[in-house]
């Protein structure tokens, strides 16, 4: 299914395990439009319903064509509680090309960071209009251990620009396993941006 074209009332149903048996089956409707978050190395959209949180629960959500529209998660739980006991699950749209690779068995390109987009908002604080602004650095990962920061701002992979995570995703997907790549980037100097470049050499999601 298209996950991004859920709204706010449209009746779904959660197979599975939703509410903590086996081959159970729950229903209710998308409570709030459809928002993105920001993991490891991706940007996903997630989905809150009206369905009963299990805190067990899990399985797939799907609209009344019995298309799959997304995954439910419990890993997904915002630091401020916003959607905390909520039935949250991932969209499908985001992930169709992470499922292909995994069921052609190729393996998932690991870079190490948590990005954003850089919004406008994010624009004006930085004064950077296009990249993808480090959030996190995961500890020995590729990206620590080519000495990217969290604050930096990775403009290209290589000579491609990267404007957005999905982007930056795709990127990198297209690499291998201990391929080296470089990586061009904007990090504060005082009040200067001063531009950088790194070889980061990639590795796989164990």
């Known amino acids: 299914g298209d996950s991004r074209s859920q709204v706010a009332g449209d009746p779904v149903i959660a197979l599975g395990n939703p509410n903590g048996y086996m081959y159970s089956v729950e229903y209710g409707f998308v409570s ?10 991706c940007k996903v959209d997630l989905i809150n319903t009206t369905i009963p949180y299990n805190a067990n629960g899990e399985g797939v959500i799907v609209n009344l064509e019995g298309k799959v529209i997304g995954f439910i998660t419990n890993q997904a739980q915002f630091k401020n509680d916003l959607n905390q006991d909520i039935n949250t699950c991932v969209g499908i749209t985001r992930l169709k090309p992470i499922i292909e ?6 393996d998932l390109i690991y870079f190490g960071i948590v990005g954003n987009d850089v919004t406008s908002e994010i624009a ?4 950077v209009e296009n990249g993808i602004y480090v959030m996190e650095v995961k500890a020995e990962s590729p990206a620590y251990e080519a000495g990217i920061k969290k604050g930096d701002v990775i403009t290209h992979i290589g000579d491609t620009q990267t404007t957005n995570m999905t982007l930056f995703n795709n990127i990198i997907s297209i690499y ?11 990090r504060k100097n005082g009040d200067v941006d001063e ?9 796989t999601v164990k």
């Open 32 to 41: 709030n439009a459809v928002y993105s978050s920001y993991f490891t190395d």
């Open 195 to 203: 531009e950088m470049k790194v070889n980061v050499v990639l590795s």
């Open 176 to 186: 291998s396993d201990k391929q080296q790549v470089s990586v061009t980037l904007l």
């Open 124 to 127: 004006k604080k930085i004064g």
């Open 101 to 106: 690779r995994l069921v052609n068995r190729t």
